[in-house]
């Protein structure tokens, strides 16, 4: 009943752009213990999370996170939380082991769901789990024209919420008003406006860049503001949120760890607490921040964009919050997230998404198709072999 | 005027122990510029510190450091800090990026000081650069007759002041009133006197354990607590401080980046702030960090205990302090550390430590001492080489 093997799937589309668009590359990871097998994603950079489990000790505090992992015991949930506390201790001083860990405890809890035939919601301590209210994650248009059909197709496709981000927002008041209008009218007075400037207003200006804006967020009745300001620049938002009350803040997405997050969500009294299992440390941390969230009166919200393995992974930190609460839900999976776990969640005529009822996470990976998206990676020391990207069809091993 | 180069050196003993000593190996970097050069130490994991700087890129916030830095312009300050900016925005899903842009930002301060011929104080902002009270770093002894006995060689060699740590220390609160009682007695009376008790205290009863010490700490007239939590149970911490405010708590080293260290400044109350600039981001947060903590009368104090190179930068970004305030200084180098860069730096008979009057840091690297510690890392992609160890010395090249 200990971890025998861990693998990573490094996969990418074979050219990457420069949008903030996670599903362009994916690491995947598989945990073996017995016969049993269970699948994670991490939401960071492949080569360096391969590294950081894999290379040589520095000290005793800056240990592989192989160590920490490979051996050790898998028969309870207490068993994953052992894992990611001695990650935390031996790796402490090495940055990028909270990266690649998130992906392994994912791939833990799958595994232990489907030993002990539970869903992953249940190990994680909950009675219920509720549909969640989906929102569809958009782009802005080009122009506030091609902003009111998106929002009038959301509209239409039964979302009750839907977010529009990046594009040409944030750099022209006068424009960025006629943006949220044509979003506003076009998802109708009822639906949920969700605003994402992806941290546009830096510098000296920030808060006043996003001030600004006040009176056209409230008049087009957003429902929250998403990163206003980079993540690591917590007088800003600080300052925002108490020169701005009215309006509901949205941010963790980038926080480095569980205590990161919390102290994001304190000083910057946000509203709406996003959180990205695949980064911050797995899903035993995200279940502990969606108690906290709710504790503060904060919603805990998923942060996912990549495939539907992340997505159902990310659902079950917060499965037993009300099916008035939002999920993340990637309208269009990138070529390479259908490829990992097809679609395999889909929200109901209500707009509504929920758990698939099976062990484990819920979600398959079919791996014959991910062959042509591998890149293997292969690292040597002083001419020994430290790491070779295992075959991902065992048929072409 | 702009970087030409990064070349990455690791650097390794044969063996590395479990101890928590990261003088085993170490991460040099060399920046090259037109015809001048500069050199930092990270102080990190080199693998994945390595695969940080040259990785593909996932998206376009999670790009390679050698992105914000190949090309960079290098002619003033507030390029350096351009440069750290940029990185902090271009790989801010990349958690292993602060740390290998560290020592890249320190070689660029090395770097600019020799071509402006400026010492790196000086281009931080400062007017002088005092000496500062070194203290002497050793372990506790195995027994308290041999602390007594290092104590008391430590007053005897001319230090105002000495940190005992690690060790049995923690365990027993019987025998950890002998240890602090013998290190008192050892240094006599006036000596300051600290205690890093390496995070021992873990769990549920941690606060518990460490305010079981707090008459033994006065009584032996404790300076300072160094970490009694692992640096992320921020609300032991915080409990302690309210607990127990006649103990003065040091943190601070395993910061993550200069938002997390400034976050447990205040949040611990330290009444110390231990920074190493080889993680946090360089000199440029650390100068930043030396102004927040003068503001919230704490003091800031260098983390370091690898090499002089290591060492002598991390005075620079708190020179104008006075010379009451302390200083790490690691009294026995490393057979590792002293190959670096010898020993530049030696406290006078006032037991006091001073940088250097050079330009740049003030220390040579002797490329030539290190060619039997180089570790060759060769990575491969799709078969195509990604990287590949520079040779140490040009005349193997």
Redesign the interface.
Known sequence: MVIDAVDFFYL?MPR???????S??ALLVRVRSNNDEGWGEC??????S???FF?????????PVADAVIGARLAAPADIDAIYQAT??GS????????VLSGIEIACWDLLGKRLQEPVWALLGQKTSYPKTAYASLLFGETPTLTLEKARHANTSGYRAAKFGWGPFGKDSGEDRDQLMAAREGLGPDALLLVDVG?IW?GPNAVEDATRRREMLVEANVHWLEEPF???D?VAYRNFANQCPEISVAGGE?A?????A??LMH?ANLRFLQIDAG?IGGLGPSRRLAIAANAADCQFVNHTFTSDLALVASLAPFADNGSEHLAEYPEELSELGTAIAGRSITPNTAGKIQIPDCPGIGVDVDTSNLLIYQ?????????EV?YQSPPICEDHA
């Open positions: 990418s990457i752009n420069l949008d903030v668009d996670g362009q590359d939401e960071a950079a492949p080569l360096p391969i590294s950081a290379c040589p000790p520095s000290h005793g505090a800056c240990l935390r201790v402490e001083r090495l940055a990028q082991a909270i990266h941290c830096r980079p993540h690591h917590r980038s480095v760890n569980e205590e990161d919390l102290a000083d980064c890149r293997t990676v292969k690292i040597t020391i002083d001419d430290l």
